[in-house]
């Protein structure tokens, strides 16, 4: 495998097609994820239009929805169906293969990027910080990146309280690899996902710092929220989708708190 090819068990996983309805519930947390990921690009990016960078943004459902809020967004994914996906999506999202270590915009050319998917699958910490460079590379002065991660701890909460398969030899030999070493290595089954790395929050704020940026905010994503139970019907009702997001929003910077989510969210700029 070259050094800017993708991992073909990754690219078997994506090429299922299954990612395109993972945010609506394909996978059961996927809702509370959507919306608080939009909460946080909404409470920091600068007012549209302006021009956003979707990095492994798969089939586009967050570039299309700043597309309709009138940001101007460019989609880069290294799966060709997600490319197209994007595209389709909305007519003013513009897409192409590529690949986040390697991208082909021109230096200071965006306001925001995102990498919201990247920082999953760079196994290596060597290109998890190139990803990062080159967001920093083509961001403005001061312009903003969002990293999402896996936190290290996601496939132990979720295969022990959620999935109930932690006693499963395979499951636990996996899980344990992935509590020591961040290295998940997952078989591709839709509910177990595939090969990946599992972050430290701090460890997550070291490598955006070492790749120039100032140090970030660090969140958690959905919040304890992600390991609730029938978590369709209870996302369903009002009263218990408001509690799922307000108790996100109570602990989403204590820092004792950051790995009990699914998903972290590093918010940093570069230099002004
Ligand atoms: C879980 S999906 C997330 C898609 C979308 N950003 C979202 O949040 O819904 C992870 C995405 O990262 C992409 N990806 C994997 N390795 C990548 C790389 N080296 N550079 C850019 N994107 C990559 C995958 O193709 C996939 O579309």
């Known amino acids: 495998m070259g050094p800017m090819e993708l991992d073909p068990s990754i690219r ?104 919201l998917g990247p920082m999953y699958h760079l196994v290596e910490r060597d290109d998890r910080i190139l990803a990062l460079r080159e967001a920093a590379r083509v961001l403005r002065p001061g312009g903003l990146m969002f990293a999402a991660a896996i936190s290290r701890f996601a496939a132990l909460m979720d295969l022990l309280v959620r999935l109930d398969r932690l006693h499963e030899p395979e499951i636990a030999t996996m899980v344990e690899r992935s509590v020591t070493t961040g290295v998940f290595e997952g078989p591709g089954e839709a509910e177990l996902f595939t090969t990946s790395y599992f972050h430290l929050p701090r460890e997550l704020a070291a490598e955006v710092t070492a790749a120039g940026f100032a140090a970030p905010d660090l969140l958690q994503i959905e919040g304890p929220g992600f390991l609730v139970p029938d978590f369709e019907n209870r996302w369903a009702d009002e009263n218990r989708r408001e509690a799922m997001l307000q108790a996100a929003r109570w602990v989403e910077n204590e820092p004792e708190m950051l790995a009990a989510s699914s998903h972290l969210m590093a918010v940093a700029r570069t230099p002004a």
Do not use: C, N
């Open 12 to 115: 078997t996983y994506y090429d299922r097609g299954k990612e395109a309805d993972r945010l609506s519930g394909g996978f059961p947390s996927g809702p509370l994820e959507l919306a608080r990921t939009k909460e946080i690009l909404e409470r920091h990016l600068p007012p549209p239009p302006a021009d956003v960078l979707d990095v492994g943004g798969g089939p586009g459902v967050y570039a299309a929805w700043l597309a309709d809020r009138g940001y101007r967004v460019h989609l880069i994914d290294p799966v060709p169906l997600h490319v197209e996906q994007a595209a389709a999506a909305h007519g003013e999202v513009t897409a192409e293969v590529g690949d986040a270590r390697a991208l082909r915009g021109a230096d200071g050319s965006a306001d925001a990027v995102l990498l």
